[in-house]
């Protein structure tokens, strides 16, 4: 019996859609589709979506219409500066995402909480969320499967709370 995926993306909002081969994660992610609207990513294809401009009631509106897509493999939520904890309090409920990006979001430390319960995430992308502080960095150290983490521009995490989370199979980018 085959497994069943989930491919089929319908979306109210105006996301862009990349896809790229499963087989092959290294190859660049290119240009699918543009919402709003209705999609199927091709079979064999995973998917990233974009989308800018939004705010928290934006974030879980999205949430809800792709939590169950299991073919999306990367959120990207990139200088959403209106995003803050309580907008990525709903993140965990997609629990398909293994690439998020989170940079230039308004979050501090609090909004961490969540992320550390997203336990598929590999790539974490945090750069110039400048109200994240040592305190919330430490809180990093309980997600095991990440793989690579972007602290780049966030002036107030120290080399200290770097070593605390280190670990070998993990690639800090700062």
């Known amino acids: 019996m085959e497994n069943y995926i989930n491919n089929q993306i319908e979306t109210s909002l105006p996301l862009r859609i990349l896809v790229r081969p499963i087989a092959d994660p290294q190859q660049d992610w290119r240009p699918f589709e543009i919402g709003p609207g209705y ?7 995973t998917a990233a979506i974009i989308i800018q401009n939004i705010h928290n009631d934006t974030l879980k509106e999205l949430v809800e219409e792709l939590e169950n897509v299991d073919a999306i493999a990367k959120l990207n939520l990139s200088e959403n500066r209106n995003i803050d904890n309580d907008g990525v309090r709903w993140l965990p409920r997609m629990h398909q995402i293994s690439e998020l990006d ?4 308004g979050l ?8 550390v319960k997203m336990k598929n995430v590999r790539k974490l992308d945090l750069s110039y969320c400048t109200r994240i502080t040592d305190v919330g960095i430490k809180k990093l150290k309980i997600m095991r499967s990440l793989e690579e983490l972007n602290l780049r521009g966030i002036p107030r995490i120290t080399h200290a709370a770097i070593k605390w989370i280190e670990r070998h199979d993990l690639v800090i980018k700062r």
């Open 39 to 45: 999609f199927r990513i091709p079979a064999g294809m």
């Open 102 to 105: 989170l940079s230039a979001c």
């Open 108 to 115: 501090n430390n609090n909004g961490l909480d969540a992320i």
